[in-house]
């Protein structure tokens, strides 16, 4: 026992060094030179599905409105004439008389991922041949287009993504739980990810042009795959083309306050993330160090020697994670939830608990529709299904 103590504190230090390298990995980012605006700024579409009136909705939704790019327009669908999202798009509108806004609303599914579905029947609402695809409860800076523009104009740069943090929608313990996995967990490994030569597709946004959208077989390509930002990636890829991490981080709300809400949402990232890559969600099971350290104590009986190793790795996570509030300008910034310090012992333990809940099913609940995470295999573009019904439009 003695042993596995010893070993459970080892992987606290791999964690501890994977989350420091995460932080250099961070002020490298911020450090670099933002890519150069193009001399034509192109029209831009926002495709931006909807589904209720969620938590910040309309925080979100309003920081879209207020872009100082020259020329966008935001296109919002819904399966429902009734769907309760509709309410505050149409108070954004009169907030915002000068933007131009389209509601597509259609139900329509396509296939079984229905926000894919839903993002089928709006494209045909879309102006502009530089399209979009942004989540609902997205809250970005009044630049995010611009950088998204000046990314895309770079070469042989066929998508762009950007870094998210967690924005938690009220101030309870769940809520800044859900934030501080995103802020001090996924962010870090995403910039190492992208350190070690990786370019996936972060679903929070993705830009792209029309023309690449319709040379990897157009959104039905990705209608049947729950991962469909990592399928999206892999197809541009596989088409020769970039995947470019912009020089903008956005925010993503955290709407749970109980923690088995938080539980089942955090389970189906984790199957989504196993079934598509299953060696490097093994792999990142160290870090989470606060976990390991704890193990190491409940293994060693108690001892002196792993009571203090938990204690360090303790400091040194929360160290890493006030660099990392440091680096995103968390203290300055509405776009994130800085780190609850005293709640990361619980956050590294619910995560390992996560992902060996994880490996019991491929079965997923989102927003209320059962899913299997599938393993992402390159589908076929040669034959397309045909057109999709023009919907309605308002």
């Known amino acids: ?96 008389p000068d933007v131009d806004v389209a509601v597509v609303i259609c139900p329509d599914e396509h296939g079984a991922n229905r926000k894919i579905g839903n993002l089928i029947n709006m494209l045909s609402a879309a102006k502009h041949d530089v399209l979009v695809i942004a989540d609902s409860d997205v809250h970005v800076a009044p630049t995010y287009l611009g950088r998204l523009v000046a990314c895309l104009a770079l070469p042989q740069v066929g998508l762009v993504t950007t870094l998210y943090t967690g924005l938690a929608a009220s101030r309870t313990m769940v809520a800044r739980l859900g934030a501080t996995a995103i802020s001090h967990g996924f962010l870090p490994g995403a910039l190492l990810a992208r350190e070690l030569g990786r370019q996936d597709c972060l679903g929070a946004t993705m830009a792209l042009r029309r023309d690449t959208l319709g040379k990897i077989g157009g959104l039905r390509s990705l209608v049947d795959h729950l991962a469909d930002d990592y399928m999206l990636g892999r197809l541009v890829l596989a088409h020769g083309l970039r995947v470019h991490l912009a020089d903008a981080v956005v925010a993503t709300t955290v709407p749970e306050t109980r923690f088995g809400h938080l539980f089942r949402h955090e389970l189906r990232w984790a199957r989504t993330i196993r079934a598509v890559e299953p060696i490097g969600f093994a792999a990142s099971a160290v870090q989470y160090p606060l976990a390991w350290a704890a193990f190491a104590v409940v293994l060693s009986g108690g001892a002196i020697w792993a009571v203090a190793g938990f204690a360090v790795a303790w400091l040194g996570r929360a160290l890493i994670a006030r660099g990392l509030d440091a680096r995103l300008g968390l203290a300055k910034s509405a776009l994130a939830t800085p780190a609850p310090f005293w709640l990361l012992p619980l956050r590294d333990l619910m995560s390992i608990l996560i992902m060996l809940a994880s490996v019991g099913s491929d079965r997923v609940e989102w927003r209320g529709t059962e899913m299997h995470a599938d393993h992402a295999e390159l589908p076929t573009t040669e034959n397309p299904p045909p057109h999709a019904p023009v919907p309605q439009r308002t």
Do not use: C, H
Not at 22 to 41: K, Q
Not at 57 to 65: G, H, K, M, R
Not at 76 to 91: I, M, N
């Open 1 to 96: 026992m003695t042993i596995l103590a010893a070993i459970a504190l080892l992987l606290a230090g791999i964690g501890l060094t994977q989350g420091t390298v995460g932080l250099w990995a961070l002020g490298r980012f911020r450090a670099r030179m933002p890519a150069p605006a193009p001399r034509v700024l192109p029209g831009v579409t926002v495709l931006k599905p909807l589904y209720g009136d969620e938590a910040l909705l309309e925080v979100a939704l309003a920081s879209n409105f207020r872009q100082t790019y020259p020329e966008f327009q935001l296109v919002f669908g819904v399966k429902s004439a009734d769907d309760a999202a509709l309410g505050v798009v149409e108070r954004l509108r009169a907030r915002f």
